[in-house]
Every structure is written in C-alpha cells, then in structure tokens.
C-alpha cells in the first residue's frame, strides 16, 4: 500500500513517515524534503496555489493530509488567520481538485482537523456525533472538514482526525509548556476547570494509520486520550513527572494581555471523548495521563556493567 503525505515536516511528519513503506510527500521545498525525511519520491506543491501534480498519486493508494500553518505559534493577527484558514480550507480544497483530476483516485482520504471544531462547551460531553460550537476555530475546522469530505465524491473513504492537546516533548503545545515547568513556574490556566482534550503523540500516529486502514472509519474521529482531565489536573501531573512545583497560576486575563485571541485555545474546554476510536476497535498506548507522561519523560536505564 502507497501512502502520500502532505505535512510531512510537521510535528507528526517523521513519526508517521517511519511507519509506512515507500512513502511519497507533497512539499513547497521537495529537495529539502527528500534531505530532511529520507524519502525517495517527493514533489512540489503549494498548497494555496493549486492541485498538486498527477504525477505523485501514481500507485498511491492512501492520502494522508496534514499540511497548514501552526496554531499555537504567534498570535493572531489577520494575517496569521488568513494563513491558519486558507492554508487549511483552499489547500485541502486543492488537494480534492487534483484527486478529482485522476481517472481513478486512491480509495481513502485521511485529514487532519482539531478537537477545536467543538469549541468552548463546558462540561458538555462531546463525542463525534456533537455538533460544531463557534468561534474561529470552530469555523476553521467545520470548513475544512467539508473541503475533505468532498472527496467522498470521487468515490473515496473520507476520515477527519479531530485531534486534541498533543503531548510531545519535541512539539505542540506541551514543548512550550516545559521550560516554565521545569523552571517550576507552571501553573494552572485560567480557573483550571476548564477540560483538555489530551493525546500522547504516539496515538495520533496509530489512529491516523487506523482511520487509515480500518473502513468502518468515515467521518470525523477523535483523536484524544479516553479519559480527558480538567487543566488543574493536568498541571498537578505534569508538575509531578517533572519533579517540580505548580503554584503560580495565569490568570486568564494575564494569558489575553499575553497571547491575545489566540488565548482562547488556552481557556477553552472541551471534553472529548474517542467514541469512534474505541468502538472501531483501536487499542490505545497510552490510556491515561499520568502513565503517558511518565513514557515521555522517563529516564533511560542505565545497562549493568
């Protein structure tokens, strides 16, 4: 089975690259691509300019698009919005145009999307099955969401990977939590009431390549850990798989001076649950929190002399 990705540079890129055989990647910069991943067959491609070329969906049999412009870095300023929204809506709209431009598209399309289609809900249990909340992100997701299932069209499986709080400690938003932690000055955000949606990186790999290989997935999938924890919690453990205290909370108007619109993903809650995850028969790696970050930040052993 030939898999293409878009995205491929990103926080998931070389993780999933290193679990598919004979890979091909759609990139701005394919030279740089093929240096960076070690991948034999990269092409070029702008997202926002038009479809990518016939040429690399020969004997491509799944697509896996995780190509847009980070979320979590700078803030949102009407340009970055601009980059966030056509970098995910005209890109994947692209995308489907050029599928739609072959006498026989591959059989499934895998899109990235974000727990951030259900906006801020409370104590709200969201599952697949809920609807899209408002705000910015909201909008972005819902829109994008129906950019790829355009595919369906051409005969394709469309999955949509809602992902949530990813916690990687090379990436995402955990990698810039971790010096303010380590230098033990985390803390709770906001009231701490609010519920995140978190995910070890290891299963967003593994449910991409569910969504990807399993066909009672269509749709949208979340994907999040099954037991969400509120940010109080998820201060408290982090702090504890450092080693280190959590006593100096940001206060929610602290995180508006500081990051803006784009604090709203700070104090937003959202408890999310893998209802199509689980009942597709995927096995999570890591289940809870405390056991997934321990697996992030445990020391190697030592070998016996």
């Known amino acids: 089975m030939r898999t293409l990705v878009t995205g491929a540079t990103g926080l998931f890129g070389k993780r999933l690259l290193s679990r598919l055989k004979e890979p091909v990647v759609l990139s701005r910069d ?10 034999a067959l990269a092409y070029p491609w702008l997202p926002e300019a038009g479809p990518p070329p016939a040429a690399a969906f020969e004997g491509v049999d799944v697509v896996i698009s995780l190509a847009g412009e980070p979320i979590a870095e700078g803030r949102w300023t009407p340009e970055k919005k601009r980059r966030i ?14 599928l739609a431009g072959l006498a026989t598209p591959p059989r499934v399309l895998v899109s990235a999307s974000a727990v951030g289609y259900y906006g801020d809900r409370g104590d709200e249990e969201l599952d697949e099955s809920s609807g899209p909340g408002t705000g ?25 990977i809602r992902t949530g709080i990813v916690l990687a400690p090379d990436g995402g938003a955990l990698r810039k939590m971790l ?28 449910i991409i390549l569910h969504a990807a290989g399993n066909e009672r997935v269509r749709g949208p999938i979340n994907a999040c850990g099954p037991h969400p924890v509120t940010n109080a919690e998820f201060t408290r453990e982090l702090g504890r798989a450092l080693g280190r205290p959590t006593c100096l909370p940001a206060p929610a108007f602290m995180l508006r001076m500081v990051f803006g619109e ?28 405390p056991t997934a970050l321990r697996n992030l930040f445990a020391k190697p052993q030592r070998p016996h002399p």
């Not at 929204?85 to 050029?98: D, K, P, Q």
């Not at 010096?179 to 990186?201: A, E, K, V, Y």
Request: charge should be positive; proline fraction near 4%.
């Open 30 to 39: 394919p030279a740089r691509a093929r240096e960076r991943l070690k991948v």
């Open 85 to 98: 929204r056509e970098s995910r809506i005209i890109g994947t709209r692209n995308l489907v145009a050029g």
């Open 136 to 160: 910015f992100l909201a909008e972005v997701c819902a829109a994008w969401e129906k950019e790829a299932m355009a595919a369906e069209q051409l005969g394709m499986r469309v999955a949509c």
């Open 179 to 206: 010096p303010l932690f380590r230098w033990g000055l985390g803390g709770r955000l906001g009231s701490g009431r609010q519920w995140m949606p978190w995910i070890h990186i290891d299963d967003v790999i593994g």
């Open 262 to 289: 784009m604090s709203s993903v700070l104090v937003c809650s959202q408890k999310v649950r893998p209802t199509v995850a689980l009942s597709t028969n995927y096995t999570f790696a890591h289940t809870d929190l």
